[in-house]
């Protein structure tokens, strides 16, 4: 039996409920009706599954469960919970990116320098951690080498808290992910939550960079592992167990030495998960780099419509800034890459996904999501309109394809805006306390797949028809040039 027919079987025991009845209230054959029962057919809509629910009498908590194990059953298990999970991620995603910083009292450990500290509790633990990393800060420069789980939360509030964009302290952080698709025992994409729990750091002014590597997770976690955890600085390394309850900590030089050249061989094994690109130069550079590869399918996500391949020279002429080094140069970098876009954009099976909402927001604010601020002026009203009257007749000529969302998946500003194809991507979004948005590159096989998974299953009724797309579009011009008139 299906998951759908086996719940539905308990409540139908349950309430003593006669199929014929079922059947006829909701308007579907008692045959038909018998075989969904017995699980080898599923309800053709989620409107039957509703009339189901209404017959049954179920409570909000039953009806969801039984719509629950509808789409289960329809998609598959892992399928069902990993879109779930990444729904959830780009509606969340301001939150995740944004985590509040530790406000804590824990004094630094008083340490001999020859002496191994054993850490006998999760106070102690936090104790190590908390001198380990302090101090490190304090120094603002040098390195810290961690193999840690990404979701030791007290560790990751102490590197955000302490947030120095001048810094040249570098952090590297070799991470385990799963390499299979099912998902954890706790319904969640592991790898994908892997991601969440790293973007902070990535928004902390140091210099991140996560390494990774694979293992099966359900075994990896079954098994004995003594010390698997390891935080190193310049000065200190806290040794740690599975549970993160108990570990050791030293100064101790030679130990210190040799844990450095166990972690720099461990990096070499690993592959880097992310990479950082702030520059605006590097962004072009890096974006142009993706979009010279080949690739059957893309996407593009992003809620206030991307405008760059519709920016035309007299919009740079303008509106770059003219405190921009060697402007003229970078306007001229500028056009070649709204050039190579728009080749892109009519030579590839390329979509374009944004909101209703978005183009509201970009025409109320001019803000430009991909860019960071500091390298243009805010467009006039004018000229708003004008981008989204090119982007209105590009939708026309269906030039390329774009898709207008009736309802926004995650927040206008400072939300996750995501370029993907079957080999490589990045991810973009601009931290609430800064006006320039980071770009980090995603070429880890299980995200980029989770990603393309979740774009391209997206529910149909989510978006506007073409043609209304357009006529939605046009009436946003016209109650917009009112109010601004």
Same mark, same amino acid.
């Given at each position: 039996?299906?998951?759908?027919?086996?719940?539905?079987?308990?409540?139908?025991?349950?309430?003593?409920?006669?199929?014929?009845?079922?059947?006829?209230?909701? #308007?579907?054959?008692?045959?038909?009706?018998?075989?969904?029962?017995? #699980?080898?057919?599923?309800?053709?809509?989620?409107?039957?599954?509703?009339?189901?629910?209404?017959?049954?009498?179920?409570?909000?908590?039953?009806?969801?469960?039984?719509?629950?194990?509808?789409?289960?059953?329809?998609?598959?298990?892992?399928?069902?919970?990993?879109?779930?999970?990444?729904?959830?991620?780009?509606?969340?995603?301001?939150?995740?990116?944004?985590?509040?910083?530790?406000?804590?009292?824990?004094?630094?450990?008083?340490?001999?320098?020859?002496?191994?500290?054993?850490?006998?509790?999760?106070?102690?633990?936090?104790?190590?951690?908390?001198?380990?990393?302090?101090?490190?800060?304090?120094?603002?420069? #040098?390195?810290?080498?961690?193999?840690?789980?990404?979701?030791?939360?007290?560790?990751?509030?102490?590197?955000?808290?302490?947030?120095?964009?001048?810094?040249?302290?570098?952090?590297?952080?070799?991470?385990?992910?799963?390499?299979?698709?099912?998902?954890?025992?706790?319904?969640?994409?592991?790898?994908?939550?892997?991601?969440?729990?790293?973007?902070?750091?990535?928004?902390?002014?140091?210099?991140?960079?996560?390494?990774?590597?694979?293992?099966?997770?359900?075994?990896?976690?079954?098994?004995?592992?003594?010390?698997?955890?390891?935080?190193?600085?310049?000065?200190?390394?806290?040794?740690?167990?599975?549970?993160?309850?108990?570990?050791?900590?030293?100064?101790?030089?030679?130990?210190?030495?040799?844990?450095?050249?166990?972690?720099?061989?461990?990096?070499?094994?690993?592959?880097?998960?992310?990479?950082?690109?702030?520059?605006?130069?590097?962004?072009?550079?890096?974006?142009?780099?993706?979009?010279?590869?080949?690739?059957?399918?893309?996407?593009?996500?992003?809620?206030?419509?991307?405008?760059?391949?519709?920016?035309?020279?007299?919009?740079?002429?303008?509106?770059?800034?003219?405190?921009?080094?060697?402007?003229?140069?970078?306007?001229?970098?500028?056009?070649?890459?709204?050039?190579?876009?728009?080749?892109?954009?009519?030579?590839?099976?390329?979509?374009?996904?944004?909101?209703?909402?978005?183009?509201?927001?970009?025409?109320?604010?001019?803000?430009?999501?991909?860019?960071?601020?500091?390298?243009?002026?805010?467009?006039?009203?004018?000229?708003?309109?004008?981008?989204?009257?090119?982007?209105?007749?590009?939708?026309?000529?269906?030039?390329?394809?774009?898709?207008?969302?009736?309802?926004?998946?995650?927040?206008?500003?400072?939300?996750?805006?995501?370029?993907?194809?079957?080999?490589?991507?990045?991810?973009?979004?601009?931290?609430?306390?800064?006006?320039?948005?980071?770009?980090?590159?995603?070429?880890?096989? #299980?995200?980029?797949?989770?990603?393309?998974?979740?774009?391209?299953?997206?529910?149909?009724?989510?978006?506007?028809?073409?043609?209304?797309?357009?006529?939605?579009?046009?009436?946003?011009?016209?109650?917009?040039?009112?109010?601004?008139?």
């Amino acid at each position: 039996m299906s998951e759908f027919s086996q719940l539905l079987s308990e409540y139908i025991h349950k309430k003593n409920i006669r199929t014929y009845s079922m059947a006829e209230y909701c #308007g579907i054959d008692r045959s038909l009706m018998y075989k969904i029962i017995r #699980g080898k057919r599923t309800p053709s809509s989620p409107e039957i599954v509703d009339k189901i629910s209404s017959f049954l009498q179920l409570t909000p908590g039953e009806c969801r469960d039984l719509k629950t194990a509808y789409h289960i059953t329809q998609v598959g298990y892992d399928n069902y919970y990993k879109r779930k999970d990444m729904l959830e991620f780009l509606c969340n995603f301001r939150d995740i990116a944004n985590k509040n910083t530790i406000r804590t009292s824990f004094s630094t450990l008083s340490e001999d320098r020859n002496v191994l500290i054993a850490l006998r509790n999760e106070t102690e633990v936090n104790q190590a951690v908390f001198t380990a990393i302090t101090r490190q800060i304090q120094r603002g420069s #040098g390195q810290l080498q961690l193999m840690i789980r990404p979701d030791y939360q007290f560790l990751t509030q102490l590197l955000t808290s302490a947030r120095h964009d001048d810094t040249t302290l570098v952090i590297s952080h070799i991470i385990c992910l799963n390499n299979t698709d099912q998902v954890t025992t706790a319904r969640k994409n592991y790898n994908l939550h892997t991601l969440m729990n790293i973007l902070p750091l990535c928004t902390c002014g140091c210099q991140y960079q996560p390494y990774y590597y694979y293992d099966n997770l359900s075994a990896h976690l079954e098994t004995f592992r003594l010390f698997p955890y390891l935080i190193l600085t310049d000065e200190y390394a806290v040794i740690l167990s599975e549970t993160l309850q108990t570990g050791l900590f030293t100064r101790q030089q030679d130990i210190l030495s040799m844990l450095e050249i166990i972690f720099n061989n461990y990096v070499d094994l690993s592959r880097p998960l992310l990479t950082k690109v702030e520059n605006v130069y590097d962004q072009i550079r890096y974006v142009q780099r993706i979009l010279a590869e080949d690739a059957s399918v893309e996407y593009s996500f992003q809620m206030t419509p991307c405008m760059t391949a519709l920016l035309p020279h007299e919009f740079l002429e303008k509106y770059v800034s003219h405190d921009i080094p060697s402007r003229e140069s970078f306007i001229n970098t500028f056009e070649e890459h709204i050039h190579n876009t728009y080749d892109r954009h009519l030579n590839r099976n390329h979509t374009l996904i944004f909101s209703e909402e978005g183009v509201w927001e970009f025409l109320r604010t001019g803000h430009l999501e991909e860019y960071p601020s500091y390298i243009y002026i805010t467009p006039e009203p004018e000229d708003r309109i004008m981008l989204i009257a090119r982007l209105i007749k590009e939708l026309r000529q269906n030039i390329y394809h774009m898709r207008m969302l009736k309802q926004s998946i995650g927040p206008l500003r400072n939300g996750a805006n995501i370029f993907i194809t079957s080999s490589s991507g990045y991810l973009l979004f601009t931290p609430l306390d800064s006006g320039t948005p980071i770009y980090l590159n995603i070429e880890e096989t #299980g995200l980029l797949q989770s990603f393309l998974d979740f774009f391209e299953t997206l529910d149909e009724s989510l978006f506007y028809p073409p043609s209304e797309t357009i006529s939605r579009l046009e009436k946003i011009l016209r109650d917009y040039s009112s109010q601004i008139s």
